[in-house]
């Protein structure tokens, strides 16, 4: 397997350092995205999913349909602004 040279490797620490990792959610049939917060407890669970499934535990406040969660790379600059749950 060919080595990466020193300048590459640099470049991706880098970029490492100024991103960080941040969960998402997003709606499966309309696609609307945000944090956690943005989006309700999941109802009736027992009824939506069946063995195998993918689970997420949370409903689009837009249509009702399942989201689920996704990570993003946000500057760490933004990532200050962002508060916990």
């Known amino acids: 397997m060919p080595r990466m040279s020193d300048q590459i490797k640099n470049c991706f620490m880098r970029i ?3 991103y960080e990792k941040m969960t998402v959610y997003t709606c499966a ?3 609307f ?3 956690r ?6 109802r009736d669970a027992y009824l939506r999913f069946e ?4 689970y997420t535990d949370a ?3 837009t249509c009702g349909a399942m989201a689920f969660p996704r990570w993003v790379d946000i500057p760490k600059a ?3 602004a962002h508060t916990l749950d």
Request: overall charge negative.
């Open 16 to 18: 490492e350092s100024e």
């Open 29 to 31: 049939n309309c696609g």
């Open 33 to 35: 995205t945000g944090e």
């Open 37 to 42: 917060n943005a989006f309700n407890d999941i």
């Open 51 to 54: 063995p195998g499934d993918t």
């Open 59 to 61: 409903e689009c406040v």
């Open 78 to 80: 933004e990532s200050d």
